[in-house]
């Protein structure tokens, strides 16, 4: 496998894992990135790096962000966000992957893309659920900006620095685990 390739599925995966923060900051990044010619994206995907697709996806991008700093509005945005991030995780991942058969690209999409996109997207959705419940949603904000601040940096790592990202990515995947971990010990002491 040619290195192209293999930076082309990091940028995937850590674009992918982004999606589960925000869904519409890592596309967003994508095709600021691809209009300017920093990163190739398949050819039947380059029109995300179109005029109009940025604009589109820049103003999606801060409606969402706006919405989430909503408590009320948040949790509804999260019942509705889980099966968007399994898609767009998807969706990034197969629109960065270079030089593999579409059976392959597809295949990888669907597992690494939309499934890492779905793991943080779920562990984000029961975070939010927690804050809503402990503190009657007070705290949601400032759990929606770690959020938003956590997808930049994933999506800027992603294309600038792909191998970051995927330790990046490694960390909040061990990080949940030790958290749904943490949650079925209290579970069953109690």
């Known amino acids: 496998m040619n290195p192209d390739t293999i930076f082309s599925i990091l940028i995937g ?42 604009i589109t996806l820049g103003i999606a991008t801060l409606v969402e ?20 991030a399994a898609i767009a995780g998807t969706a990034v991942m197969v629109s960065t992957v270079a030089d593999l058969s579409p059976a392959i ?3 990888l999409a669907i597992i690494a893309g939309g499934g890492t996109a779905t793991a943080v997207k779920a562990s ?10 402990t503190t ?3 705290a ?4 929606s900006t770690i ?13 600038f620095a ?3 990202a995927i330790i990046f990515v490694l960390v909040i995947l061990w990080l949940i685990f030790k958290v749904f971990k943490l949650f079925r010990k209290k579970k069953e002491v109690q």
Do not use: H, K, Q
């Open 124 to 133: 984000t959705s029961t975070t939010r659920l927690a804050s809503t419940a």
């Open 65 to 84: 962000i706006a919405a989430y700093l909503i408590p009320w509005l948040d949790n509804l945005l999260d019942t509705i966000a889980i099966p968007l």
């Open 147 to 159: 959020e938003t601040g956590t997808s930049i940096i994933m999506s800027a790592l992603s294309i």
């Open 105 to 107: 690209t597809w295949a």
């Open 13 to 54: 995966i850590g674009l992918a894992a982004s999606v589960g923060f925000r869904i519409f900051v890592p596309l967003f990044a994508l095709s600021v990135a691809t209009y300017y010619n920093i990163i190739p994206l398949n050819e039947n995907w380059e029109w995300v790096g179109s005029s109009t697709a940025m």
């Open 140 to 143: 949601n904000p400032i759990v």
């Open 136 to 138: 009657a949603g007070f």
């Open 162 to 164: 792909p191998i970051l």
